[in-house]
């Protein structure tokens, strides 16, 4: 949806391909003069379709529990993969972010109260799914006194309530590296607690809508400080603009403020007022970052163009747990 106010002191800047903003709220406008043909994507991104039943029944578990996905509202590329293996990364805190980050299709704006019937709901999706390793993420809460920490434990409550035996990882926003709501949130009984970078420094400010590059990684100084027993995960997605020494130096600050796990993918544009892809790294550079990253000290690492933050979570966790 184009911004209300577009032709209302409208500026260009950023640097980041032909694009136009406004002046008021800082969104993306899709202009004639910067409206451009999406481009045809390269081979390797082409996904068998499921041909099972698997995906189908997925689908409706998640349509039935009226609880948002990742998947869906982020738009993400693996959602056929996943939900063929009857794997689902559920949204949590609404389906609108307070946040408008120029790479993401997720709504924002200004999101409605809480459902207190959100985690039952969730639990019991998560049951007939029948999987044995969730992954919570949220929209960003900047509009409540705590974030929306609490309603999270909340869901991870009522998930290992209903489901003893499962594993929990966790995604939520930055929290402003807050020692008191990540505590709170590893303390509820996660075993990973992961958190996005999603770009490199320079970036950041273009990219991440009032986030903070050394702020997201103060929230694994803290992580490691409350909770040494959680693994730290983090992700990114190259393709606007970076470097590769940017992308190493991004691993760099990333091991050294105690992360353990990563996952590095291509940005693919969501839709047309989104930023542009200024680059398709291909599989074999994608190959070389994880090597890269492994030397270095992660304990696991997932690097393809199509992988995501929740990508294949319960593999690398326990590749992780296996080096721990």
């Given at each position: 949806m184009l911004c209300p106010l577009a032709g209302?002191?409208?500026?260009?800047?950023?640097?980041l391909g032909n694009v136009v903003l406004c002046?008021?709220?800082g969104k993306l406008l899709v202009t004639e003069g910067n409206r451009q043909r999406k481009p045809r994507l390269p081979e390797w991104f082409?996904?068998?379709l499921p041909a099972g039943q698997t995906f189908s029944a997925t689908g409706r578990t998640v349509a039935a529990s009226g609880v948002a996905t990742v998947c869906e509202s982020a738009k993400c590329p693996n959602r056929w993969q996943c939900w063929d293996c009857g794997h689902a990364t559920f949204m949590i805190l609404g389906d609108v972010c307070t946040r408008a980050c120029r790479f993401c299709a997720v709504c924002h704006g200004r999101p409605g109260p809480l459902d207190d019937t959100e985690p039952d709901r969730l639990a019991e999706a998560v049951a007939q799914l029948g999987v044995h390793y969730a992954v919570i993420t949220s929209v960003?809460?900047?509009?409540?006194?705590?974030?929306?920490?609490?309603?999270?434990?909340r869901c991870i409550e009522a998930i290992r309530g209903r489901v003893p035996d499962i594993r929990v990882e966790v995604l939520p926003a930055d929290l402003h590296a807050r020692e008191d709501l990540i505590k709170?949130?590893?303390?509820?009984?996660i075993v990973v607690y992961n958190h996005n970078v999603e770009t490199v420094r320079r970036l950041t400010p273009q990219v991440r809508s009032a986030a903070d590059y050394e702020r997201s990684l103060?929230?694994?100084?803290?992580?490691r400080r409350v909770a040494p027993q959680v693994l730290r995960k983090s992700g990114m997605i190259v393709g606007l603009g970076e470097t590769q020494d940017e992308i190493i130096e991004t691993m760099r600050d990333l091991l050294a403020a105690g992360c353990q796990m990563l996952t590095i993918g291509q940005y693919l544009q969501p839709?047309?007022?989104?930023?542009?892809?200024?680059?398709?790294?291909?599989?074999a550079e994608f190959e070389a970052f994880e090597r890269a990253a492994l030397e270095m000290g992660f304990l696991a690492v997932a690097s393809a163009p199509l992988v995501r933050s929740s990508y294949r979570a319960s593999l690398l966790y326990?590749?992780?747990v296996g080096k721990a």
């Amino acid at each position: 949806m184009l911004c209300p106010l577009a032709g209302e002191g409208v500026r260009s800047g950023f640097g980041l391909g032909n694009v136009v903003l406004c002046g008021n709220c800082g969104k993306l406008l899709v202009t004639e003069g910067n409206r451009q043909r999406k481009p045809r994507l390269p081979e390797w991104f082409r996904q068998k379709l499921p041909a099972g039943q698997t995906f189908s029944a997925t689908g409706r578990t998640v349509a039935a529990s009226g609880v948002a996905t990742v998947c869906e509202s982020a738009k993400c590329p693996n959602r056929w993969q996943c939900w063929d293996c009857g794997h689902a990364t559920f949204m949590i805190l609404g389906d609108v972010c307070t946040r408008a980050c120029r790479f993401c299709a997720v709504c924002h704006g200004r999101p409605g109260p809480l459902d207190d019937t959100e985690p039952d709901r969730l639990a019991e999706a998560v049951a007939q799914l029948g999987v044995h390793y969730a992954v919570i993420t949220s929209v960003t809460r900047d509009d409540l006194p705590d974030e929306g920490t609490g309603h999270f434990v909340r869901c991870i409550e009522a998930i290992r309530g209903r489901v003893p035996d499962i594993r929990v990882e966790v995604l939520p926003a930055d929290l402003h590296a807050r020692e008191d709501l990540i505590k709170r949130i590893c303390d509820a009984g996660i075993v990973v607690y992961n958190h996005n970078v999603e770009t490199v420094r320079r970036l950041t400010p273009q990219v991440r809508s009032a986030a903070d590059y050394e702020r997201s990684l103060e929230v694994f100084r803290v992580a490691r400080r409350v909770a040494p027993q959680v693994l730290r995960k983090s992700g990114m997605i190259v393709g606007l603009g970076e470097t590769q020494d940017e992308i190493i130096e991004t691993m760099r600050d990333l091991l050294a403020a105690g992360c353990q796990m990563l996952t590095i993918g291509q940005y693919l544009q969501p839709g047309p007022d989104n930023l542009p892809v200024e680059r398709y790294w291909t599989p074999a550079e994608f190959e070389a970052f994880e090597r890269a990253a492994l030397e270095m000290g992660f304990l696991a690492v997932a690097s393809a163009p199509l992988v995501r933050s929740s990508y294949r979570a319960s593999l690398l966790y326990q590749q992780a747990v296996g080096k721990a």
